[in-house]
């Protein structure tokens, strides 16, 4: 065996004839080992310094929210934004109550319609299933626009009032395809032969679905749960289309403070939801690689 | 195998799939229907339609402001989506041989799952006249005036970098995860260069994963409308700024419908494009492995 002044000694003779190529199988060998010291530290500055970018905003934000002036000079730390956030921005807290509803809501029926298919398309073979695959992937990929448009025009086709309903539905259908690859994604690690032997015990089919599967599978639905609620409460374009009078969610109330004039109540808003988001993800943490793959 | 038995005696896919499949055609591909009809309808005078068939909304398109408009769309969306996936390759890569994925899956998705505009609002919070960087350059005496760093295409395009990365860091993410590193210590053992070892064995593996970062960013970025609207000036206008302007102030909805028509047909290539590739990587790896599985 080489020490390690052997292997500098000798990669020191290669890395100076390194320009004339045919080198040896050992002399490669040796000037990788040399090279392993620092390898991949390219992707890890690039790494570091994304999150860096993603989260240098947010940084900047969460400070300026405890500045006692209004710009952006500090001016000494105050707590000032947060007391308006909480004790003076009634209607900032009505769009949030209506957001609530709404995420839940939605995110509690594309759950049920989401996990049912999920387990119709993994453990089954029939017509139209290609067709169920296909349709729940559009949405994810279509523009949000289109889709907000798309539900404008067709809500004033069928004259459905625009408001707490039309956002309901906008949500449960762009929350859906999330929580159907969610579900999927567990499905695909579960055990088969389960199903089988609660069939061979006499087990009907929505016995088997109720006290075998879903119990099963829980993680995987609360995950996407979780997921539909948090997309729910984030989206803001396709909600701006089809949004009536009275049903201000918080994203869009979010959007007239950023539209008109900014106050720094918007700083510490985003603190506390950075926070809510957080959270979220904190709980979905054994998730996260299911939500990287889904995306 | 038990699978084929129970198909073979009961198949409940129907009754369990049905439900979503009536949702998304009712609430998704008959709105999209609807669009498709209505850009070929003459326009109402207050929003609407008159049922009277014309091609003058896609006449109307061909008017070179559009048609430069468009250009700018894509030259917009081309430029970010190349820097996402330029960033994303090195940072998935990385991720996927650290130690700590969780933590770092964990700082990817947090500003990804923060609200759009909360994130859009500390860019102008930044950028801006009044801005951190004006302020504090003002305030080491660097400069009097305000640099204009925001209101133009480089803000939109640098804001569009930082919402969009994340959808390109996680699924390149996810396919260098299923990688098996030790095929690039192979190549190099076989005298592969570490550029050739990279370009040659570790970009064709991930190949899935990269076209699906490439739709995730190119797609929205180009129908983008907050981001224009918000960081951009008035000739950083895009596409779907556009859309929503005929929609929602010009009424003219023929015309927002035609222009619709053309971004679900360029997302609707790509995705077609992008199942094709997972398709026929999933039949590769299939004939390769012997593997049984055809589950999405």
Redesign the interface.
């Known amino acids: 065996m080489r020490n390690k002044q052997g292997i500098n000694v000798y990669s020191h003779f290669i890395s100076r004839l390194s320009k004339k190529k045919p080198t040896s199988?050992p002399a490669?060998?040796a000037r990788?080992a040399l090279?392993n010291v620092n390898h991949?530290s390219?992707?890890?500055t690039?790494?570091t310094l994304?999150?860096a970018?993603?989260?240098l905003?947010?940084a900047?934000?969460v400070i300026?929210s405890f500045n006692r002036a209004k710009?952006?000079?500090w001016n000494g730390f105050s707590l000032g934004w947060y007391q308006k956030l909480f004790f003076g921005s009634e209607k900032l807290w009505t769009s949030f109550g209506n957001s609530i509803i709404i995420a839940f809501a939605s995110a509690g029926l594309s759950t049920?319609?989401?996990t049912?298919?999920a387990?119709?398309?993994?453990?089954?073979?029939?017509?139209?299933?290609t067709?169920?695959?296909?349709?729940?992937?559009?949405?994810m990929?279509?523009?949000?626009?289109?889709?907000g448009?798309?539900?404008?025009?067709?809500f004033?086709?069928v004259n459905v009032p625009l408001g707490m309903l039309t956002i309901f539905?906008?949500h449960?259908?762009f929350c859906?395809p999330f929580v159907?690859l969610m579900v999927?994604a567990r499905l695909?690690e579960f055990d088969?032969?389960i199903?089988?032997a609660a069939?061979d015990l006499g087990a009907s089919?929505k016995q088997t679905l109720f006290r075998v599967i879903v119990p099963a599978i829980m993680p995987g639905i609360l995950s996407g749960f979780m997921m539909a609620v948090?997309m729910s409460?984030?989206d803001?374009?396709i909600t701006f289309?089809v949004s009536g009078p009275g049903s201000t969610t918080?994203?869009l109330y979010?959007?007239s403070?950023?539209?008109y004039g900014?106050s720094p109540v918007?700083?510490a808003?985003?603190f506390v939801?950075?926070l809510g988001?957080?959270f979220?993800?904190?709980l979905l943490?054994n998730f996260?690689?299911n939500?990287?793959?889904s995306? | 195998m038990?699978?084929q038995?129970?198909?073979a005696s009961?198949?409940?896919?129907?009754?369990?799939?049905?439900?979503?499949?009536i949702?998304?055609?009712l609430?998704?591909?008959?709105?999209?229907g609807?669009?498709i009809t209505?850009s070929f309808m003459k326009k109402g005078l207050h929003?609407?339609v008159l049922w009277q068939p014309t091609l003058d909304a896609y006449a109307q398109m061909l008017n070179p402001s559009y048609g430069r408009l468009f250009i700018r769309t894509l030259q917009v969306t081309f430029i970010s989506t190349v820097l996402s996936i330029a960033?994303a390759l090195?940072?998935g890569?990385?991720?996927a041989?650290?130690k700590m994925?969780?933590l770092?899956?964990?700082?990817?998705?947090?500003?990804?799952?923060?609200?759009?505009?909360?994130?859009?609002?500390?860019?102008?919070?930044?950028l801006?006249n009044?801005?951190?960087i004006n302020?504090t350059l003002r305030?080491i005496g660097l400069i009097h005036e305000s640099l204009p760093l925001l209101y133009n295409q480089s803000a939109v395009i640098l804001v569009l970098v930082?919402m969009y990365?994340?959808?390109a860091?996680?699924?390149i993410?996810?396919a260098m995860?299923k990688f098996d590193f030790s095929l690039l210590e192979a190549a190099?053992?076989l005298?592969a260069t570490?550029p050739q070892s990279m370009f040659k064995v570790l970009l064709p593996n991930v190949r899935s994963g990269i076209v699906?970062a490439i739709?995730?960013t190119f797609?929205?970025i180009?129908?983008?409308?907050?981001v224009p609207l918000?960081v951009g000036g008035k000739d950083s206008y895009m596409i779907?700024n556009i859309?929503?302007d005929q929609?929602t102030k010009v009424r003219n909805?023929p015309l927002?419908?035609a222009f619709?028509m053309i971004?679900?047909v360029v997302?609707?290539a790509?995705?077609l494009w992008m199942?094709g590739t997972s398709a026929r990587e999933a039949a590769r790896s299939k004939a390769a492995l012997g593997k049984q599985d055809g589950?999405?």
């Not at chain 1, 990929?141 to 889709?147: A, C, K, Q, S, T």
């Not at chain 2, 609430?27 to 999209?32: D, N, S, V």
Request: net charge positive; hydrophobic share 55%.
């Open positions: 199988e490669r060998h990788r090279q991949r390219l992707s890890n690039v790494l994304s999150v970018f993603l989260f905003p947010l900047v934000t300026y710009g952006m000079v049920a319609l989401g049912l298919a387990i119709g398309v993994n453990w089954y073979r029939f017509r139209g299933r067709y169920i695959q296909t349709i729940s992937f559009l949405p990929v279509l523009p949000e626009v289109i889709i448009i798309s539900m404008l025009i067709f004033s086709a539905i906008a449960t259908t859906l159907f999927l695909d088969f032969s199903i089988e069939h089919e948090t409460l984030e803001f374009v289309f918080l994203p979010v959007f403070m950023v539209r900014i918007i700083n808003l985003s939801m950075i988001t957080m979220i993800a904190f943490r996260l690689k939500i990287a793959a995306k | 038990s699978r038995k129970l198909l009961r198949n409940y896919g129907i009754p369990y799939s049905f439900p979503m499949g949702w998304f055609s609430f998704f591909l008959l709105p999209i609807i669009i209505y929003g609407g960033i090195p940072c890569y990385a991720m041989r650290s994925q969780t770092l899956l964990f700082l990817i998705i947090i500003p990804f799952w923060t609200n759009s505009l909360i994130r859009i609002n500390a860019w102008i919070a930044i801006g009044e801005g951190f302020e305030k930082y990365l994340p959808y860091i996680l699924p993410f996810t995860d190099r053992d005298g570490k699906t739709i995730f797609i929205p180009f129908g983008a409308y907050t918000l779907g859309v929503v929609v909805w927002a419908s619709s971004i679900t997302s609707t790509g995705v199942m589950a999405l």
